[in-house]
């Protein structure tokens, strides 16, 4: 039986892509998976993964800024353990003994300049003495702001009575007050003191025994409690109190 002329032509496509599907399935099967993989119309393959977009760059942050150090204050408190603190403190410098004073140059570099609005008298003077029969070493400086004065003194009294027992003894009375003149003990930083405020004529006196062995005063008139307690900050105690 004779095709016609179109129909032959139909089954010889027919055919031809039967042959070719054959080969196609054959092919794959020998290739590697990434080429079977790369065989996969776009549609069906998977979706490549997508990269993050790059983070924008932060502003530049500001420089940190250095810490500022908060004013070191007199730490003061009025408390009933000051007159056992000032005990304890007699009790440390007699169980010690008796000892050599420092160089009085050495207390000398503790005085501390003027205060704002003050001017000093000369250099702070440094120099050995003798107070209840016994060597100390003392250093001293005198300051003035018109008519008002200003006068800080350290003394070491080496853990001598004559030195300590005043002041120990005086930390150990309770608050009296007499014709405007309050005096009163105290602790300041953590070392009896006693403080004396005399209103009417605008006097000050501040006497600090540091390490059991250390007296420091500030005393002057025309400036009041403020003043006179910012003076006493200003000592580096603690390089003070490790002296020897």
Not at 61 to 77: F, I, K, N, T
Not at 124 to 153: C, E, P, W
Not at 163 to 180: D, F, I
Not at 227 to 242: C, E, Q
């Amino acid at each position: 039986m004779r095709m016609s002329h179109g129909a032959g032509r139909a089954a010889l496509a027919m055919g031809l892509l039967m042959a070719i599907a054959a080969c196609g399935r054959a092919d794959t099967k020998a290739l590697p998976p990434a080429t079977v993989v790369a065989m996969v119309p776009a549609a069906e393959a998977a979706p490549a993964p997508v990269e993050p977009a790059p983070a924008a760059a932060a502003p530049d942050a500001a420089p940190a800024q250095p810490a500022v150090a908060a004013p070191r204050d007199a730490g003061v408190w009025l408390s009933a353990d000051v007159p056992r603190m000032a005990r304890r403190a007699q009790e440390i410098a007699e169980a010690h003994g008796q000892a050599e004073p420092v160089a009085p140059e050495k207390l000398a570099e503790l005085i501390p300049p003027p205060p704002f609005g003050w001017s000093a008298l000369g250099d702070a003077n440094g120099h050995f003495a003798q107070r209840g029969g016994v060597k100390i070493a003392t250093a001293d400086r005198m300051y003035s702001r018109g008519s008002d004065v200003l006068h800080v003194q350290i003394v070491d009294g080496a853990y001598h009575a004559p030195v300590s027992q005043p002041m120990t003894s005086a930390a150990r009375q309770p608050r009296r007050e007499k014709g405007g003149t309050v005096s009163e003990p105290g602790a300041f930083a953590g070392y009896p003191a006693i403080e004396t405020v005399a209103g009417s004529t605008k006097g000050y006196d501040l006497s600090v025994f540091v390490g059991s062995r250390f007296l420091v005063t500030v005393r002057g008139s025309g400036f009041d409690r403020v003043l006179g307690r910012a003076v006493w900050a200003s000592i580096d105690r603690d390089r003070l109190a490790a002296l020897q």
